[in-house]
């Protein structure tokens, strides 16, 4: 395992929805900010963010998805975080941000900004038309399409599948 394969695995991780609220953490992230995980559907990124400017910043910012924020822990004391942001919008139009968080060491370069090069700003799921599996689509507009799977494909139109393969 390479070693930012491991930094990813150590890293805490949480998801909020468009409105602020938490939705989900890692127990990395409860450990990092002073939290049980029962508690963090009861609160907000504003709750973790010393300044409000903060989220909203990255709340409206649509082509960056690599951020450094000041947050701060339960107990008040705050530091700088680097965070990468995952945008995935959700069939129903829900808009969820799936975050990783790295507390910046100012001793040592960040592991971030080489990670954050390869992971996606923005990722939508559909469903498949035929068997109901959530597949990756490039737009938002293919989410209301009526997309299907590869394995389906293959079923449904083995010619025009094929004919696919060997263009590539």
Not at 9 to 34: I, P, Q, T, W, Y
Not at 143 to 148: F, I, S
Request: charged share 30%.
């Amino acid at each position: 395992m390479n070693t930012i394969e491991t930094n990813i695995m150590d890293m805490a991780c949480f998801e909020v929805s468009e409105h602020g609220r938490l939705v989900s953490a890692n127990k990395r992230f409860c450990k990092l900010f002073g939290f049980e995980e029962s508690e963090i559907p009861w609160h907000y990124i504003t709750d973790l963010c010393r300044h409000v400017e903060d989220w909203e910043s990255f709340r409206n910012s649509t082509d960056q998805h690599c951020f450094v924020i000041r947050m701060k822990n339960r107990k008040g004391r705050s530091f700088d975080c680097d965070v990468i942001r995952e945008t995935i919008q959700k069939p129903t139009g829900e808009i969820i941000f799936r975050n990783m968080v790295c507390r910046k060491d100012k001793a040592a370069p960040s592991s971030m900004e080489s990670f954050a090069v390869k992971t996606p700003a923005v990722v939508f799921l559909c469903r498949c038309a035929h068997c109901g599996e959530h597949i990756r689509v490039a737009t938002a507009a293919e989410t209301r399409l009526r997309m299907v799977c590869d394995k389906c494909a293959v079923k449904a139109y083995p010619e025009a599948y094929h004919v696919r393969e060997g263009q590539m």
